[in-house]
């Protein structure tokens, strides 16, 4: 079957941190004169779709806010369901504009909340979060990654203070972000096309592929941001498709629709 819709990460496939990966723009222009429809799919929780925006701007790709498909906003859906939706965030203040209408609390709170803060993580505010929980608070992880790759080198990610939380309270969160297969399936359904009908692109063999696999999505993995060798020989799943950088995916349709 043709690949009809997209899914694409963004850190490590259209950037590293601050800087634009080669190539990225002129694809995405190239997407959009072609009218292929695509999500830009992101466990990054430390930016608003707002700010994501502003961001991909800078680097010459423009979208609105309804193209990027982020774990904070997915997490702000899901709070709302829920009647009681008292929400302790341990996220930064941008993040926190997915969640303009949610009650924002320290105490006795219904949800914990966590992405990453960064350097903002210290044990105060990590204890106030444990307190919440012991009270019978429930614990959403945005994201379970365990580092990314930023302008200074590897840093560790939000997943490790999850797991810290989770063996304290003894508990389980509930994910949110990729590779959840929730996320995936709201962020297919709003691209108005069936599953097997579009390919998702990453570089992260456990978030992006395994993830996607398992939702029956084709895979294309790039070989920039986090990709390491040894994850994808160590990895059960394999994705579909391996090219070098997001600039050899126009080929790469082609080849796959002609």
């Known amino acids: 079957m043709k690949i009809s819709g997209l899914l694409i990460d963004l850190d490590g496939v259209i950037y590293n941190d601050s800087q634009p990966i080669q190539g990225a723009a002129e694809t995405i222009a190239w997407l959009q004169r072609r009218q292929i429809p ?8 430390m930016k608003s779709r707002n700010t994501l925006c502003k961001k ?9 806010p309804e193209a990027i498909f982020s ?21 930064t203040q941008d993040a926190k504009q997915e969640f303009y209408d949610v009650e ?23 204890n106030k979060a444990f307190n919440c929980l012991m009270q019978g608070a429930k614990l959403i992880a945005l994201q379970k990654n365990r580092f990314w790759l930023s302008d200074g080198g590897y840093r560790i990610d939000a997943g490790a203070f999850v797991a810290l939380l989770e063996y304290a309270a003894n508990t389980e969160s509930v994910l949110i972000g990729k590779p959840a297969e929730k996320f995936f399936e709201l962020a297919v359904s709003s691209l108005n096309i069936p599953a097997d009908a579009v390919m998702m692109i990453g570089d992260d063999v456990e978030s992006d592929i395994q993830g996607a696999d398992r939702m029956g999505i084709r895979t294309c993995l790039v070989k920039t941001g986090k990709f390491r ?9 394999k994705p579909s498709f391996i090219i070098p950088d997001i600039s050899h995916l126009p080929e790469l349709l082609q080849k796959i629709n002609s």
């Not at 924002?104 to 990590?126: C, M, P, Y």
Request: hydrophobic share 45%; net charge negative; aromatic share 12%.
């Open 71 to 91: 774990a904070a906003f997915a997490a702000g859906q899901y709070v709302r369901q829920f009647e009681k939706n008292r929400s302790f965030l341990l996220l």
């Open 229 to 237: 060798e040894q994850d994808l020989q160590n990895s059960p799943v």
């Open 56 to 64: 991909l701007s800078a680097m010459g790709i423009r979208v609105e």
């Open 104 to 126: 924002q609390t320290g105490e006795n709170a219904d949800f914990v909340v966590i992405g990453d803060l960064g350097d903002l993580f210290d044990i105060k505010i990590l």
């Open 38 to 45: 695509f999500r830009f799919i992101t466990n990054t929780t």
